[in-house]
């Protein structure tokens, strides 16, 4: 269940980019130079501030990457609601489901009595936001679609849960496993790879999603790499001309293609180049990003050891 | 319709129809296409004209028959320039059936199927509440109830893709965009026999619809049985949105735009000009697709974004030359 936005309000998001990073950057800095009082406060991707205090006990997340990293950071247990998609960590389907994360109901929400919620940063949850804040709620917004952004949510959720130490040693894993496979496949030939994400309209992982880092680090070299949006509606025949030596797929996906006249045109799949992968990855980069990169290289790669 | 213009439209029907097979992403030669359609020499051009191309162009050429045909009967039937499937809630509710059998993972070949039971209770809901506000013979009035059932079919799309998952949605709406991208030789088949049954019918009915498109009281005086006749029409124009709908989603516009150029091209009866509409929305919705392919390579357009495109300021100039 990939997350998906339309272009525009992914241009927009591009847009603010680099506003936010100025206003982190000043946050830093001004950290810095109160190193005795620690940041109070810190700008979320909406531009809004909050104010670091008493670490939150109740927390609503709403997209399931950052409730993946408040588990990975030990914070899960504070966890009160999550969205109908979350399935990782296991325990987290015993926390109420609070919709599908996008224009939630705010009323629904404040019903948890949380003291953090946590949203996706697009622009369908700006009013949420607005509203939760004006309620009184403490309210963070971020965009995570790259492994930049895991690491530097990461380190906010640490800051804001109150355990920046747990928060440095998940994104430390995370990176030196994802170094570990960039050094060990950077010397191999990398195939030409399709990883499509829907099949009608057929989408293709494109430059702009985490999942084409994945893929370049795992040694691998996406035929759609070279169009910037995350999720690329494709056609068919430009598939065809790409010509792809390997194909990525879901167990489900691979018995379709494997029945579907149009997939055995592709070279990939008449010669059973298809590796299966486990479609749950594609949520967002997430600290199990580091583990996706090994196994996916593992399956690129069959015979290298890693 | 003289017999000259007969053989222009079926000329610009097989010229869409070659294009359709030539124009794609890969460059193939007329030589390779030809042999690709013999199935000789190389694999790849065979593969790529009999699995990728040649369904798809036969499905926009059957998708635009069926728009076309229906729209000339509908217009003709409740004597309303602005009628079409799509304005008289028939693909809606053909749209309803199909996404409901879809959510529910009903085996492929139901889709069509429960589109036509939803284009059916969408033809009943408008004539009911047409007849509720006291104007079933009134066009405008069935118009206006047309509009109304199409409203309420979006809803009910819109509840059933209330809590499904992201790509699920962006692939619901790509499918309301209408597309031919997905053709497939089954789906091919099964829609020709839908359009086939459904223009036939409506080729029988013609007569009766030169009388319909008369007036209630005058064609009742010609002694045609106006609410059987109209039922009938209807009938058959919900079998062709269904299937139009459920092989290609949502596309608007044909059925609106193709019975006025025919009739601009002289056609008189509805014998001709139901046939003239059935070649002539075929060729349009084949020459759509193509635009549709390489406007914006590598992407797709939707093809019923390409069509609406194209017919709504052809139909902004056709309207002030009816008006």
């Not at chain 1, 995370?174 to 030409?192: K, N």
């Not at chain 1, 370049?216 to 690329?232: K, T």
């Not at chain 2, 309803?96 to 036509?116: D, E, M, N, S, Y």
């Not at chain 2, 007036?215 to 029409?233: C, K, M, N, P, Q």
Request: with cysteine; charged share 15%.
């Amino acid at each position: 269940m990939p997350v998906l936005r339309s272009p525009i309000s992914l241009r927009l998001l591009r847009a603010l980019r680099g506003t936010v990073l100025l206003a982190v950057l000043g946050a830093v800095a001004g950290c810095d130079r109160r190193a005795t009082e620690r940041a109070s406060a810190i700008t979320d991707d909406f531009g809004d501030t909050l104010r670091i205090g008493a670490a939150p006990q109740r927390i609503v997340s709403l997209n399931p990457t950052t409730t993946e990293l408040l588990f990975a950071i030990g914070a899960g247990p504070r966890v009160v609601g999550r969205t109908t998609y979350d399935i990782f960590p296991a325990e987290v389907r015993a926390v109420p489901d609070m919709g599908p994360g996008l224009r939630p109901n705010v009323e629904a929400v404040l019903a948890a009595h949380p003291d953090l919620v946590l949203l996706y940063a697009s622009a369908d949850n700006r009013d949420a936001a607005r509203r939760l804040r004006a309620s009184g709620v403490a309210t963070a917004a971020y965009r995570i679609d790259r492994i930049a952004d895991m690491v530097r949510v990461t380190l906010i959720l640490g800051r804001l849960a109150g355990d920046t130490t747990a928060a440095h040693r998940t994104v430390d894993s995370v990176s030196a496993t994802l170094d570990r496979v960039r050094r060990a496949t950077a010397a191999l030939p990398h195939p030409s790879v399709f990883w499509p994400l829907w099949e009608s309209p057929l989408l293709s992982v494109g430059g702009g999603s985490f999942l084409n880092e994945l893929l370049e680090i795992a040694g691998g070299r996406n035929v759609f790499g070279d169009l910037p949006q995350p999720s690329p509606a494709v056609a068919f025949e430009e598939l065809l001309r790409r010509d792809p030596d390997i194909i990525l797929a879901s167990a489900a996906s691979n018995q379709r293609f494997a029945a579907s006249d149009r997939f055995q045109t592709l070279r990939a799949i008449r010669d059973h180049h298809v590796v299966v992968v486990d479609s749950t990855i594609a949520t967002g980069p997430s600290a199990r990003v580091g583990a996706s990169a090994l196994s996916l290289a593992r399956a690129l790669h069959p015979g290298v050891m890693f | 319709m003289r017999s000259s213009r007969w053989v222009l439209l079926a000329l610009a029907l097989v010229v869409a129809l070659v294009a359709g097979v030539l124009v794609g992403t890969m460059h193939l030669s007329l030589a390779d296409v030809a042999n690709g359609v013999m199935g000789v020499g190389d694999s790849m051009p065979i593969a790529v004209v009999r699995t990728l191309r040649l369904p798809r162009v036969l499905l926009a050429a059957l998708v635009g028959a069926g728009l076309g045909a229906s729209g000339a009967a509908l217009q003709g039937a409740t004597r309303n320039k602005l009628a079409e499937p799509y304005l008289l809630g028939v693909s809606g509710g053909a749209a309803v059936g199909a996404v409901l059998a879809t959510a529910l993972h009903a085996p492929l070949v139901l889709v069509p199927v429960a589109g036509f039971g939803g284009a059916l209770v969408a033809v009943a809901l408008t004539l009911l509440v047409a007849r509720a506000s006291g104007g079933r013979g009134d066009a405008r009035v069935v118009l206006m109830a047309g509009v109304i059932v199409g409203a309420f079919a979006n809803s009910v799309i819109m509840v059933a893709l209330a809590n499904a998952d992201a790509s699920a949605v962006r692939g619901a709406l790509w499918w309301m965009m209408g597309s031919a991208a997905d053709a497939t030789w089954p789906q091919v088949r099964a829609l020709a026999l839908f359009v086939g049954v459904g223009v036939l019918a409506l080729l029988a009915m013609a007569r009766a619809i030169d009388v319909l498109a008369l007036g209630d009281e005058t064609a009742a005086g010609l002694g045609v049985d106006v609410v059987r006749a109209s039922i009938g029409v209807y009938i058959a124009g919900a079998l062709l949105a269904a299937g139009t709908v459920s092989a290609a989603g949502l596309v608007g516009f044909v059925g609106l735009l193709v019975p006025h150029l025919v009739r601009l091209g002289g056609a008189r009866t509805h014998r001709t000009i139901i046939g003239a509409a059935t070649l002539a929305g075929a060729a349009l919705v084949v020459y759509a697709d193509i635009i549709a392919r390489v406007a914006l390579p590598p992407a797709e357009l939707p093809l019923g974004a390409v069509t609406a495109l194209i017919g709504v300021p052809f139909f902004l100039v056709l309207l002030r030359r009816l008006t």
